[in-house]
């Protein structure tokens, strides 16, 4: 049994044709920039004439569009999603739906599937670069198992693909694993869409920062894991004078800095994105090596 199309939108222009079958890592309502981009952009391919579906992880919902397939995770393996089924699927949708192009967005160990399969061998590839992994320095084993692991099919997936897409220039000229396959990359910045803005108010970051005046106002958004690069931002203004660097963080709490000759940021050996969440009662926590945290 053949997919059928949806029915074409006539609002907007249909200037592109064509069937694209995207795997990705997670959809919404899971939370995540890859997850979010992945869901403007299969959109946006649906209302100018492409045929788009999507291949991801996670519980299959009620509300989901026919064209979204989600398989089960079983198991995470150092933040690696496990799904059994999972190739079963690809398999299976690349019979019925027989895409013109795969759009592969990575990180993603998913993905790696396709490298096993003459189905998807035959077919061309975008590879959509969303980052870098980033090794770690706290957690060990996780640099072991990209060197042995990952990278090999890392490497494999770059080489077979027709084209990459990158976020920006300078993600491109300091991406390693990229370096060999410039020829191939096409820079393509990332889009948001105005319904973001409707979020925002149930996110918990609709106040404002409390800005202290005559700073330099820098807010940065992201979650506080190590390789977001917070780090590298604080001791950026840690010699800076003059400036507040505000970040929200839903849920939790705000991590605000003032960075100045008389208040500096203070070296520690705990990580800078160590933060534990206020209690209900509490105004501020302490963070390191930052010197308040407020709610």
């Known amino acids: 049994m053949k997919l059928q199309p949806a029915e074409p939108q006539t609002n907007l222009p249909s200037s592109l044709s064509g069937r694209v079958l995207h795997v990705g890592k997670f959809y919404p309502p899971y939370r995540g920039g890859m997850e979010t981009y992945l869901a403007d952009l299969i959109d946006e391919h649906r209302k100018h004439g492409l045929y788009a579906i999507g291949l991801v992880h996670g519980q299959p919902q009620a509300d989901d569009p026919s064209w979204l397939h989600r398989v089960p995770v079983q198991a995470q393996i150092l933040y690696a999603p496990l799904g059994v089924s999972f190739p079963f699927t690809l398999r299976r949708l690349i019979r019925q739906f027989e895409p013109d192009l795969l759009h592969l967005h990575m990180p993603n160990?998913?993905?790696?599937?396709?490298?096993?399969?003459?189905?998807?061998?035959?077919?061309?590839?975008?590879?959509?670069?969303?980052?870098?992994?980033?090794?770690?320095?706290?957690?060990r084993l996780v640099s072991i198992a990209y060197d042995w692991l990952y990278e090999p099919f890392e490497r494999a997936m770059l080489k077979h693909a027709q084209r990459i897409i990158v976020t920006s220039p300078s993600y491109l000229d300091a991406s390693k694993p990229l370096a060999r396959w410039r020829d191939k990359v096409q820079v393509i910045p990332l889009g948001l869409t105005p319904q973001v803005q409707r979020h925002a108010s149930a996110s918990g970051l609709e106040a404002s920062p409390d800005w202290q005046p005559g700073t330099l106002r820098l807010l940065s958004l992201g979650r506080l894991t190590y390789y977001k690069g917070f780090e590298t931002l604080i001791k950026a203004v840690s010699g800076m004078s003059g400036v507040h660097c505000s970040l929200p963080v839903p849920a939790t709490c705000t991590l605000s800095w003032t960075a100045s000759s008389?208040?500096?940021?203070?070296?520690?050996?705990?990580p800078p994105y160590a933060c534990s969440a206020p209690s209900p009662k509490n105004t501020s926590t302490a963070c390191w090596p930052v010197a308040t945290c407020s709610a």
């Open 109 to 139: 160990n998913a993905v790696f599937w396709a490298l096993l399969m003459p189905l998807t061998r035959k077919l061309p590839w975008v590879v959509h670069w969303h980052s870098d992994v980033v090794r770690s320095s706290i957690r």
């Open 262 to 270: 008389a208040n500096p940021l203070r070296p520690d050996k705990r």
